[in-house]
């Protein structure tokens, strides 16, 4: 039996609803996916928070502790302007996701509020677990060590500066918010495609710019990783064909002397060089030029496949010490790109045009510095007889000399030397070979000149 209101009953229900809905409504219920969901609305302020069904206790608390902190500082601001007339309603919006790879627990916390202004105030917040271990982790654990945490920074830098369409980036800006402080990598996660950061508004740029994000490929950072975290199936780019190897045993008693060619690869130079080391039982280093190796692909391939050390002379040649950082890297990073796409390896070489280096350059090559201490300037006078006698006349145990294999004269003179200096009991190798057979490790901070006992 259905009851009919009276007149005074509607009233009375017309000023609850009035009352009802002047008052915060609530609701929080689950979704089938199991996250939780608050709405709350008042004719002042919406407020939403989203969040997922966490079972572990430790992260539970460190999200619920975010969400009562970014709630509160909202709500306080709502209560202190409740005697203020706005224009339009005040809005929180919080969301919380979650993914695990490899073992780690990635939880991601967005706020967006607006409380008056020209725009929302954003908040982000990243949390890191370790589900063995039980411990919470940032960005260098997934790194070997400080250096390696540094290198992976100036790549973080290289990347957002080379952003299509961001132009109009300030250096200052992008160098100081990639600087290697883990408060500038405090939102990231691995992906299939590599390690991917995001930088939140104000950070890297403006406002208008929005987050901006990159992605670091694994051929790019598998080196700087610990092993668990390095995706090695990255560097499988290209087919790997095994370049020939010494016994090193021979050359044991011998001085070392090693022979290294600039500004290359030429295909008719190059192997002409290439047909002739057999002779004296030769291999040499070749510094190459990025700019070069697309057209010289094949020589390239020769010689590295022969047993012969690729490094980088840069893509264009320039001077390193007056190129801003982002060139820097982007000189190396490109010619090494471009050896790898053909050998299948990236060089651990590099020999800086005109031998310019400073500590900043060397730090941004990550590479070991390759000069020389025999000069027979080949390139000036282009005479085979004056470029071997500048050699033979100034060879010894553990020198490095610089030739040039654009040039003829060049070959033809490093091939004269080496028939007088094979007679002198002196052993034809490489850069790595030396290395090994003096028992020096190579590292990236120390510039050789030779190697000597």
């Keep these: 039996m259905k009851r009919k209101l009276n007149k005074k009953g509607k009233i009375t229900l017309a000023i609850l609803l009035i009352i009802i809905s002047s008052i915060s409504v ?3 219920y689950a979704d089938n996916n199991d996250e939780k969901h608050i709405l709350e609305s008042t004719e002042r302020y919406d407020l939403k928070i989203d969040y997922p069904s966490i079972k572990n206790k430790k992260i539970k608390e460190k999200i619920k502790a975010y969400i009562d902190e970014q709630k509160e500082e909202f709500m306080n601001v709502v209560k202190k302007s409740e005697n203020i007339e706005i224009s339009s309603k005040y809005d929180f919006n919080l969301n919380v996701t979650s993914n695990e790879r490899d073992g780690i627990t990635y939880v991601n916390m967005l706020t967006y509020s607006y409380t008056g202004g020209a725009h929302y105030i954003r908040d982000d917040k990243s949390i890191y677990y370790n589900n ?8 260098k654990y997934f790194f070997k060590d400080e250096e390696s945490f540094k290198q992976m920074t100036n790549l973080a830098y290289y990347y957002v500066m080379n952003l ?6 300030d250096t200052l800006w992008v160098k100081r918010g990639t600087a290697p402080t883990i408060d500038n990598y405090r939102h990231f996660k691995f992906t299939d495609n590599g390690l991917e950061i995001m930088f939140p508004p104000y950070q890297v740029a403006s406002w208008a710019d929005g987050e901006i994000n990159i992605t670091i490929p694994y051929e790019d950072i598998n080196k700087y990783l610990k092993e668990p975290y390095q995706d090695k199936t990255k560097d499988e780019t290209v087919a790997k064909e095994v370049p020939n190897i010494r016994d090193l045993k021979q050359f ?4 070392l002397i090693a022979f290294t060619f600039d500004d290359g690869p030429s295909t008719s130079n190059t192997n002409y060089l290439l047909d002739n080391l057999d002779k004296y039982n030769a291999r040499v280093t070749f510094f190459v030029l990025g700019s070069r190796v697309k057209n010289n692909k094949e020589v390239l391939k020769r010689a590295y496949l022969q047993g012969n050390d690729i490094g980088s002379h840069t893509y264009n040649h320039r ?7 982002e060139a820097v890297i982007d000189e190396i990073k490109r ?6 796409n053909i050998i299948g390896i990236s060089p651990t070489l590099l020999r800086p045009p005109y031998g310019n280096l400073t500590n900043r350059v060397k730090d941004l090559a990550d590479m070991h510095i390759i000069l020389w201490n025999i000069d027979p300037l080949d390139w000036k006078y282009k005479d085979k007889n004056r470029v071997a006698n500048e050699i033979i006349e100034h060879a ?3 020198a490095i000399v610089l030739v040039h294999d654009i040039y003829k004269s060049s070959v033809d003179g490093a091939l004269l030397a080496m028939e007088e200096l094979e007679k002198q009991g002196y052993a034809f190798v490489t850069i790595s070979e030396m290395a090994e057979l003096r028992g020096i490790d190579l590292d990236y901070q120390t510039s050789y000149f030779s190697m000597k006992k």
Excluded: A, Y
């Excluded at 001077?319 to 950082?325: E, H, K, T």
């Design 26 to 28: 609530m609701f929080i």
């Design 164 to 169: 299509e369409n961001k132009d109009n980036l």
């Design 132 to 139: 063995e271990t039980k411990e919470f982790i940032d960005l």
């Design 319 to 325: 001077n390193l010490n007056l190129l801003s950082d």
């Design 396 to 398: 010894h145990d553990g």
């Design 252 to 255: 044991k008693d011998k001085k």
């Design 335 to 340: 010619t090494n790109d471009e050896i790898k």
